[in-house]
């Protein structure tokens, strides 16, 4: 059997046939197009399914599902979709919506959670019973998987790992709340802190590195400069791994997880960034002695995890 997985983005919509082992078989995708009412966005969805089912040369009847990863809130069970901010989306029935087009069954789920789930079933976690998935972007998403299914809470709106507060009265978080792990572990939390180092050490390695202009600066400059013996650099980097590590640590110490993966941009990094995790985490993690050690992973699925995760929620 076959699975459709929806990657449903603010930017694009990515939908893929994914086989039982999640490999991806043809995949496509449109812009979103997210200022429209959600009916046209949907159609969209169902008619761009229909094209990739047929562009893979199989039947509707070889496809058992159709998972859907969106961000914000889900109703899991009645597969609405609560609440989601960039899409403009409150209470869409996503599920009877698309089987207006396509009649199958139709599941949902968080971006964050696909994400990981996609990592357990064919990525870095594969194989493992318990893992969780980190995703360190714009912000800071989790996606915990217990006994191989996705772990969210009784009402779906669990699992936002990046919100646990890791400094009280700390720097304000998008959420409203301060010292939110995501207000200084995030990728966004990197470049604020990088500015603010720049602004302190103007003679730093980094202003020359973006040609004296701020807006330049990514989560890589600082990684950048430090790997070229910068003071300043190494200063930000060692504070932000430190930042990374603290919520890191009470994940360990709240789930133990076989493994441990962590995504996005900043871990291109690679050793540079792992190898010091790693330390911190075990140095930190509460009464390791003579316990078996979690495992720290880069995320291998880059950005076929909505559509693979989303496929995989009807498996």
Known sequence: MYYIGIDLGGTNIAIGLVDDNGKILHKDSVPTQRDREYPEIIKDMAMLTLKVIEDAGVSIAEVKSIGVGSPGTPNCTDGILVYANNLKFKNVPIRTELQKYIDLPVYLDNDANVAGLAESVAGAAKGAAHSVTITLGTGVGGGIIIDGKVYSGFNNAGAELGHMVIVSDGERCTCGRNGCWEAYAS??????????????????????????????????????????????????????????????????????????????????????????????????????????????????????AGIVGAAMLGK
């Open 187 to 304: 990728a966004t939390a990197c470049i604020s802190q990088t500015k603010e180092a720049v602004g302190l050490n103007p003679g730093s390695l980094i202003n020359k590195l973006v040609n004296g202009d701020l807006n330049k600066i990514s989560a890589k400059t600082a990684f950048d400069a430090a790997k070229q013996g910068d003071a300043a650099g190494q200063k930000i980097v060692t504070q932000y791994i430190k930042f990374i590590g603290e919520g890191l640590v009470n994940i360990v110490n709240i789930f133990r997880p076989e493994i441990l993966v962590i995504g996005g941009g900043v871990c291109k990094e690679g050793e540079y960034l792992l190898k010091p995790l790693r330390e911190y985490i075990k140095t930190n993690t509460y009464g390791l002695e003579g316990i078996a050690d979690t495992e720290i992973k880069v995320a291998v699925m880059g950005s076929d």
